[in-house]
């Protein structure tokens, strides 16, 4: 809407209710924008956290039943052909990663020892890495809703009010019944950028913090499993 059709609209308006949908119908067409991305922008927020609660609940649950397998005294040998008959994440791929470079070293060259601590290392890093990326995956979509979406709503609520000010002047009436309707439509927009924003930072803090849970564990992990390898590694190399 120009200037000239929001005064004109300006009775109709004030005489009806300021309903979320009657304020956002008469809002100009830039803020229109603001509102519809902002919240499209909440609705994906809310995807992605249901996604990743249950992501990161299935993850620590799987490494809790791994980890109530690998001491509970099972042969890794037999432990390795359970978990590489199957897709897996988390504790269970790096231990597989693990165990099939340490397979495939004495396979090819039973007495060659040179390197293999330092790649069975490597592997498990890299699974780690893996395995972190994933836990990782949309999280920025959330610091960019929590960080960009206030800004967002600010600029639907400057052009909100530029073009109330214009409608202001083209209808020559400045009581509080002409100005406010155009004053909230504005605001609206910052509502729902906060709206989008204030869940988003929040639970990018907490997911962040979770990943961060989750990768500790795992290098825990692949420390002790690392120590338990060298050890027969040395047994090997004595014999």
Known sequence: MNPADVAQSLPS??????????????????????????????IWLWAIVIDKTVLYARARRAM???????????????????????????????????????????????????????????????????????LEKRLLVLATIGSAGPFIGLFGTVVGIMTSFQSIAASKNTSLAVVAPGIAEALMATAIGLIAAIPATIFYNK?????????QRLEGFADEFSAILSRQIDERGGN
């Open 13 to 42: 308006i004030v005489s009806s209710d300021l309903s979320l949908w009657t304020l956002f119908w008469h809002a100009s067409w830039v803020v229109k924008l603001v509102m519809l991305g902002l919240t499209a922008s909440s």
């Open 64 to 134: 809790d039943s791994f980890e109530a397998a690998f001491w509970s005294g099972q042969s890794l040998e037999e432990l390795y052909r359970t978990l590489s008959s199957k897709p897996n994440h988390s504790m269970g791929a790096l231990f597989v990663a693990a165990m099939r470079e340490w397979k495939r070293s004495f396979e090819g060259a039973p007495r060659s020892f040179a390197g293999l601590q330092m790649r069975i290392d490597k592997v498990m890093q890299v699974s780690i890495a893996r395995e972190v990326e994933r």
């Open 207 to 215: 997911f962040a913090s979770e990943v961060n849970k989750q990768a």
